[in-house]
């Protein structure tokens, strides 16, 4: 079975806040970017006692840079968009995600956004999904089924929501409840507003996350006789992208965003973003009723 792992930052145990542990001119990023490695490690360690016979790490977050050197021998990294014809995840039978933040607005979440944190919701076709969601539906057209996740526990709730029975491991939990108000505030409060989180030690983190890892390779074939669709998530064409964006001063004022697409998933999502002012300040839940106006 060939496995492609999806990594990000902001999931990790022991990974605090953005600006000094992401950026590539952060305090702790050096520190930041091995406790990621420390649990890429232990997912491989995991999915190969599990019966992977290839794993594929994606480096994601962008400006991070992992040291190659300290990650596992047996696998093989990439770089590049998983939605591309002949990117990381063609000829991959499973994807799993290491390091995973919730998306934009989620309770008790830790660095909670969907791309930047300048997000408000980004939904398809009406279902609100974050950077995991996007890409599991990506992942589902291709016919790469989802099966392990690790991240806080917010992200462990949205994944159990959106693939129902896939494996995950949490290793840390946010603090901070969602308010009525995250519609309102700027780009930069909403950031330092879910930053409170109580972390797992790194070496329980890495070996909740090894033997759940484990779990879910193994239970794969067995899950996929009982239910063919297990770890797909299909949504039907035509697809509508709506994503509502709060203020990101001094130059970004609030604004709305839909595109429509007849072709694939990833097309739509890899559409250029056109922003349409906001007309009024409304809750997040009526954001979308504007884009019709």
Known sequence: MKVCMCTDMEGVAGVLDWDQWCRPEGMYRTEGAELLCGEINAAVEGLFAGGADAVTVVLGHGVL???PRLLD???????????????????HDVLVFVGQHAKAGSDRAHMAHTGWFNHIDYRINGLSVGEFGQLVLMASEMNVRTVFATGDEAFEREAEALVPGIATAAVKRGLNRSRDDEADIDTMT???RNLDAVHRHPETARQMIREAAEGALRSVDA??????????VRLKPPYVREIAFRDNPPYHPPALSVSRQAGTIAEVINLPIVKKPLLSAVNPEDYFDELEL
């Open 73 to 91: 021998r047996r696998v093989e990294t990439a770089t590049g968009p998983l939605s591309a014809p002949a990117g990381p995840l063609k000829d």
């Open 190 to 192: 909403y950031k330092a």
């Open 223 to 232: 899950r996929t006789a009982a239910d063919p669709d297990f770890g797909l």
């Open 65 to 67: 840079k992992v040291d």
